[in-house]
């Protein structure tokens, strides 16, 4: 037991307290979880019960003495809980305090100087590791859209190449035009000519229903965005 102690005790703490910190202590640890440092209260009048701080690669564990020194209560914190980590130097040791997400912050006074600031640095390198191992796992969240977006892109190409036959059936209905002789008009004016009175002479649900062919035409590429525009404004204006 001694020899796995003597890592704690280069900042002058109690061995004896560290002693029975770490006896207690081997029934709560978890499995892989090890102990990175222990820090103990030194008050100025003689504290023959000190509180005491276990920090691990796991979580911050509160160790405070009751019954004369028979019984411990343990309070722990998961890493992932705690949001920032503090310490406040005074004349007569140091104040070690850390906030959890519950906005809830836990302090330990008269903490030696050194021993608080091991606990800081131990506490702010768990955070640190936590902190990079989420980036991580979000990076490597990130790397699976792009294939995520191929596949979409794959599934419209498959749509695209299922268009009915209808619909370029409906395009051909939409762009003829009945025979008409207008030999002595231009050309665009006759165009225009048919067209309108075609359009005239049809009715509210033709018309809607002809727009909708338009929209067709213009989802499966067989038209451009300008002639749509050009033919929805001027079905809009017989409705």
Request: net charge negative.
């Amino acid at each position: 037991m001694k020899d796995q102690i003597k890592k704690f005790l280069n900042e002058d703490q109690d061995p004896k307290a560290i002693e029975k910190i770490t006896i207690k202590l081997q029934d709560l640890l978890m499995k892989n979880e090890e102990i990175g440092y222990i820090g103990v209260q030194k008050k100025p009048a003689l504290t023959v019960f000190p509180d005491s701080i276990v920090v691990t690669n796991k979580r911050i564990i509160l160790c405070k003495p009751k019954n004369l020194g028979l019984s411990m209560d343990f309070v722990d914190y998961d890493w992932q809980d705690v949001v920032a980590a503090f310490v406040k130097e005074n004349i007569l040791g140091s104040d070690f305090s850390f906030s959890t997400k519950s906005e809830l912050t836990i302090s330990i006074d008269y903490i030696p100087k050194t021993q608080a600031r091991k606990l800081y640095t131990f506490a702010k390198e768990q955070m640190d590791l936590l902190k990079f191992n989420s980036n991580q796992a979000v990076v490597s969240a990130e790397e699976v859209i792009p294939e995520t977006v191929q596949d979409a892109e794959i599934i419209e190409e498959v749509e695209a190449e299922e268009v009915e036959v209808e619909e370029v059936t409906n395009y051909a209905e939409i762009m003829s035009v009945p025979q008409h002789n207008f030999a002595n008009e231009p050309v665009i004016e006759k165009a225009a000519d048919t067209t309108e009175r075609l359009l005239s002479n049809l009715s509210q649900d033709e018309l809607f229903e002809k727009l909708q062919n338009y929209k067709k035409l213009l989802d499966n590429g067989l038209i451009l965005q300008g002639e749509y525009d050009n033919y929805k404004k001027e079905i809009l204006s017989y409705m």
